[in-house]
C-alpha cells in the first residue's frame, strides 16, 4: 500500500513525531510505502505532494510545527472538491489509504468522505485539548508548559511593580489551558469560555489580593465572556465585551480592572507562542503513539475511525463518536480550582 500523510488546521507541537511514528512503524514492521500531502486537505485537492520514507523523518519527533505544511481548506469546496473528485485526484497520485492528523473540522471532513467510501484513518490533533473522544491530546501538554513558564515570569515583574497582570491564552471554546496553567502558577483568578463571570467578581478577586500587599495575577482563555452586559469604567470600554469576537480579551479587562480597582494592571497576550518550538517530551512519546496506532489501524483496514488516549491505552474509536461534541472543563474542576482565586 502506498499510505498517504496529511495535516490540517492549526498546526500543533508533536504534528512531527505523529508523521515520524507511522512512517517508521509503516515502513520498518509493515513493509508500507509513504507519500506525503501538502498543506492539509489542499494538498489532497489539489495533488501536492512530497517524498515521505525513514530517511525524510530522522530526527523529527522534537521538532515543532509540521514539515508537511497546513491550511484550513474544506475539501468539499470548491471546483476540484467533494468526495468523488478527493477520490480521483488520491487515484492520480497513488495514495490507496490516508492519515488525516487534525482537529474537529478535519476530522469532521475525514467522517463525511469516509462516509462516501474513501480510506481514511485520523489521528486527533488540539492544543486546546477540546476533543472529546480522547482524554489528552498532544501538543496541550506543550501549551500548558509554555503559559506556565509565561506566569511564572509575569508574575516576578507584577510582584515588583505591585501590578495586577492578566495573561491571556489560547482556547477559542474551552478552558484546558488556562484552567492548567492558571493552577500550574497559582493565578488568582481563571476565566474560561465556560465560566462567565462579572466584573464585579473578577474585581473582587483582583481587590482581595492587591489588599494582601501581593500582585494579582489573572489567567484569561481567549474565548471568555462576561456574564453580563456591563458599563464601561475604563476608556477603552467594554462595547467589544458584549459582543462575539476572538483574542484581544486580556486588553480590555486590564484597563477595566484598573479603572475599578485602581490596582495598576498590565496586559500579556501569549497567542502563537503556545504553538511554536519543540513538543515537551511527554507529547513526544504521545504523538509517536498515536502515529504508530494510526499505521496498525490502516492494516486492520479500520476506515473511518480514529485513534484515541482513554487512560494510559491508545485505542480505536470510530469518528462518528469523535466529532460534534467539545471536551469543555466540567463544573468539580473549575470548582476545585475556584478555592484557590482571590
Ligand atoms: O484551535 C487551536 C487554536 O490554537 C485556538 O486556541 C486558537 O483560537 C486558534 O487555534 C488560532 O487559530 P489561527 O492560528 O488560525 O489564528
Known amino acids: 500500500m502506498r499510505i498517504g500523510v496529511l495535516t490540517s488546521g492549526g498546526d500543533c507541537p508533536g504534528l512531527n513525531a505523529v508523521i515520524r511514528g507511522a512512517v517508521l512503524k509503516g515502513t520498518k514492521i509493515h513493509n508500507q510505502s509513504f507519500v506525503g500531502i501538502r498543506d492539509g486537505w489542499r494538498g489532497v485537492v489539489e495533488g501536492l505532494t512530497m517524498p515521505l520514507d525513514r530517511h525524510t523523518v530522522r530526527g523529527l519527533s522534537k521538532q515543532g510545527g509540521t514539515i508537511l505544511g497546513t491550511s484550513r481548506t474544506n475539501p468539499f469546496e470548491g471546483p476540484h472538491g467533494g468526495p468523488e ?16 492528523i487534525g482537529g474537529e473540522g478535519t476530522l469532521a471532513a475525514a467522517k463525511r468522505l469516509t462516509d462516501a467510501g474513501l480510506k481514511i484513518v485520523g489521528v486527533p490533533k488540539t492544543i486546546d485539548n477540546d476533543l472529546d473522544a480522547t482524554d489528552y491530546s498532544f501538543g496541550f501538554d506543550t501549551a500548558v508548559e509554555i ?42 483568578a481563571i476565566l474560561i ?7 464585579e467578581q473578577i474585581c473582587e478577586w483582583v481587590q482581595n489580593v492587591a489588599d494582601r500587599g501581593r500582585a494579582p495575577i489573572v489567567v484569561v ?83 473511518g475511525t480514529m485513534v484515541a488516549l482513554r487512560g494510559t491505552e491508545v485505542v480505536n474509536v470510530p469518528f ?12 468539580d474542576r473549575y470548582d476545585e480550582a475556584a478555592i484557590l482565586f482571590g
Not at 473528485?85 to 488525516?100: H, K, M, S
Not at 484546558?176 to 493552577?183: E, F, K, S, T, V
Not at 515537551?280 to 486492520?300: E, F, H, N, Q
Not at 462518528?320 to 463544573?331: E, F, H, M, W, Y
Open 147 to 188: 503559559a506556565t513558564e509565561a506566569i511564572d515570569r509575569v508574575r516576578t515583574t507584577a510582584e515588583s511593580h505591585k501590578r495586577c497582570m492578566v495573561v491571556e491564552v489560547m482556547g477559542r471554546h474551552v478552558g484546558w489551558i488556562a484552567l492548567h496553567a492558571g493552577m500550574a502558577a497559582g493565578a488568582h
Open 320 to 331: 462518528a463518536d469523535a466529532v460534534g461534541r467539545l471536551k469543555t472543563v466540567p463544573q
Open 85 to 100: 473528485n478527493v477520490q480521483a485526484t488520491l487515484d492520480r497520485i497513488g495514495v490507496d489509504a490516508l492519515i488525516a
Open 221 to 303: 482563555a481567549e474565548g471568555f465572556t462576561l456574564n453580563t452586559m456591563e458599563t464601561a469604567h475604563s476608556e477603552k470600554g467594554l462595547d467589544a465585551f458584549n459582543r462575539p469576537r476572538l483574542g484581544g480579551i486580556a486588553d480590555m479587562l486590564a484597563p477595566e480592572i484598573e479603572a475599578r480597582t485602581g490596582v495598576e494592571s498590565r496586559a500579556t497576550v501569549l497567542g502563537h507562542l503556545q504553538r511554536g518550538g519543540v513538543p515537551s517530551a511527554y507529547d513526544r512519546v504521545l504523538s509517536t503513539r498515536l502515529g504508530m496506532a494510526a499505521i496498525d489501524s490502516i492494516m486492520r483496514e479500520e476506515w
Open 193 to 199: 469560555p465556560e465560566q462567565p463571570q462579572s466584573m
